[in-house]
């Protein structure tokens, strides 16, 4: 394979370099450039990657006046504008078809009016269980009215059917008009099982609702737990109220209403079938768990508000400059929308101004494309800025672009994606999610290096983040992916420090009005992470061969079927 040799070709190169040095350590990063394309210039370009740059995009963007930046929002048009005009002033070119910045989509926004209470019959008693502090609803479909009448609850287990796993909570139950209540996150006792402590994307809610619906289900009831969700309960409360969007629906199957309940509202649930939840769960983690009918049944009846509106992804293009090879294209991403105005917390703020999440993703693929701009050539392959809408509503920009893609999926390199940004200084690691899938694990790991730091999978591989964000869209249609995260070993501090910022940001901030601007936010570990970004889109930009996924990879599959679309098309 051609691509091996360039790796080998870049090591010898560094091994050269290390020995025509007294002091080896010395001129390290002449050697990236030697990766990337050959000569000093890409250094000198990689120092466009700064705080200043970066900081003022962050507090652009995270200001009140952009209202949170919530999909179809006035905000989220500032925004576009604002990206688009940044984009262009670093002379990229519009990347959306008819020479435009956007590539628009509709969204389907969904209001439903979450009842006050909401009841359960049981044999001998009933329990009612109150909105926002117990349960959270939301309508499963695009309509204006939904509910159903007296559906008898089934205790699913996981609601898992993964038959590579020889795994299928369902087992041929016919579950039609039921109401499954289901544990979040995947089995994770067995490493040989569904990643072990890695979630995978059966551990995930999308996939959840998307399995009870193809079983007919009328709801979906999610047992929330802080360590199986990844997040407290919370964020379930301040994500799933207010207006909901979805690209307009297509032929899938869905249930007719979608809900969260706490783990203590389901332990009182299934008392009142005489059970214990603790016991269910221990047999849920059994391949041979068989559904579990409640003996309970309950009925809901809500009216929904639908409404159309438009986002847009910003696409900025770098056309490339190899006559063969500018067909194809290295893609960075980062969601620009955030959650919009939404209840306000204890201070009174409705606005979720979502400065981490994710403007901070948004000023480092900026930074990066000012990087590459400022290059005397352009790569050799196209380099694509997609920063990309309606995110937090489900991946729906990335989702969108994955489905109508402005260069085929077979020519599209790979994916780097930010989603958050290190504001807590240099750190000697940098979390690489998607770590061991693909082949560019070597081209990260050996700049990581000329960077003096470590990769490191995702140190938190229980939150299941390498579904959470817009990489997934890319890898959904077999595009290798990279999403670079903060590390968590930060110079000159002790070894927990990291973890704890992160698990306070987590708890604190994550999707709360508080993700504001902070001035005293410290850059230097988001300029490493971007200018680690732009050396590796660069060294895949000028490589001869494209990435691939591991073998056996979850996503090969759809990889191969891209490539084999792409050379039949020829
Ligand atoms: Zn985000």
Redesign the pocket.
Same mark, same amino acid.
């Given at each position: 394979m051609k691509y091996v040799s360039t790796i080998a070709i870049i090591a010898t190169t560094t091994l050269l370099f290390a020995c025509g040095q007294t002091d080896s350590t010395a001129d390290l990063e002449p050697t990236v450039n030697d990766a990337a394309v050959g000569n000093e210039t890409a250094l000198q370009a990689s120092l466009h990657i700064e705080d200043e740059f970066m900081r003022e995009i962050i507090k652009e963007i995270s200001q009140d006046s952009y209202e949170g930046r919530g999909p179809g929002s006035r905000g989220d048009a500032k925004a576009r504008t604002y990206l688009a005009k940044r984009l262009e002033e670093l002379g990229l070119q519009p990347g959306a078809e008819d020479d435009s910045w956007e590539q628009p989509f509709d969204l389907v926004g969904i209001n439903t009016s979450q009842p006050d209470e909401w009841t359960f019959s049981g044999p001998e008693s009933t329990t009612t269980l109150k909105q926002w502090d117990q349960f959270i609803i939301g309508s499963a479909v695009q309509e204006e009215h939904v509910g159903f009448e007296n559906a008898e609850v089934v205790f699913v287990g996981y609601g898992i059917q993964a038959p590579e796993y020889d795994w299928d909570d369902y087992k041929g139950v016919d579950l039609k008009g039921k109401v499954l209540l289901m544990m979040n996150n995947d089995p994770d006792w067995d490493r040989e099982l569904f990643g072990g402590d890695t979630r995978l994307w059966y551990g995930r809610w999308d996939y959840k609702y998307l399995s009870a619906a193809r079983q007919g289900a009328v709801g979906t009831i999610i047992i929330h737990t802080t360590p199986s969700a990844g997040y407290p309960f919370q964020v379930v409360q301040t994500s799933w109220t207010g207006v909901q969007f979805e690209l307009p629906a297509g032929d899938e199957p869905r249930s007719q209403v979608s809900a969260w309940v706490t783990e203590d509202s389901a332990r009182d649930l299934v008392a009142m079938a005489g059970l214990d939840l603790d016991t269910l769960r221990e047999q849920a983690d059994n391949r041979d768990f068989e559904p579990v009918p409640l003996g309970i049944t309950t009925s809901i009846s809500m009216d929904v508000e639908i409404s159309r509106v438009q986002s847009a992804n910003v696409l900025g293009l770098i056309p490339g400059s190899d006559p063969e090879l500018k067909d194809e294209v290295v893609i960075y991403t980062a969601?620009h929308d955030?959650l919009g105005i939404g209840t306000p917390n204890e201070d009174g703020d409705a606005i979720y101004n $979502?400065a981490f999440?994710?403007a901070t $993703?948004v000023a480092q693929a900026l930074a990066i494309a000012k990087a590459i701009r400022s290059l005397p050539e352009s790569p050799k392959r196209s380099v694509l800025i997609a920063l990309v809408g309606a &995110? &937090?509503q489900g991946l729906l920009g990335s989702e969108y672009y994955a489905a109508n893609p402005t260069f085929a999926p077979g020519k599209i390199a790979a994916n780097i994606n930010y989603? $958050?940004g290190n504001v807590w200084g240099h750190t000697h690691d940098v979390t690489y999610i998607g770590l061991g899938k693909s082949s560019i694990d070597q081209i990260a790991i050996m700049i990581a290096k000329e960077q003096g730091r470590t990769v490191k999978p995702d140190q938190f591989s229980d939150k299941g983040y390498f579904y959470r964000?817009d990489q997934f869209s890319f890898a959904k249609i077999g595009v290798p992916a990279m999403y670079i995260d903060t590390g968590t070993d930060f110079v000159d501090r002790p070894a927990e420090w990291g973890r704890e910022q992160q698990d306070h940001y987590t708890e604190v901030n994550y999707h709360q009005p508080s993700d504001e601007y902070d001035p005293s936010w410290n850059l230097d570990g988001m300029v490493d992470d971007a200018k680690l970004g732009y050396w590796t889109g660069l060294a895949i930009a000028n490589a001869d061969e494209m990435p691939t996924w591991n073998a056996g990879d979850e996503f090969e599959a759809a990889r191969i079927e891209a490539l084999e679309l792409t050379r039949s098309s020829r």
């Open positions: 969601h955030h $979502g999440d994710n $993703g &995110e &937090e989603d $958050g964000s």
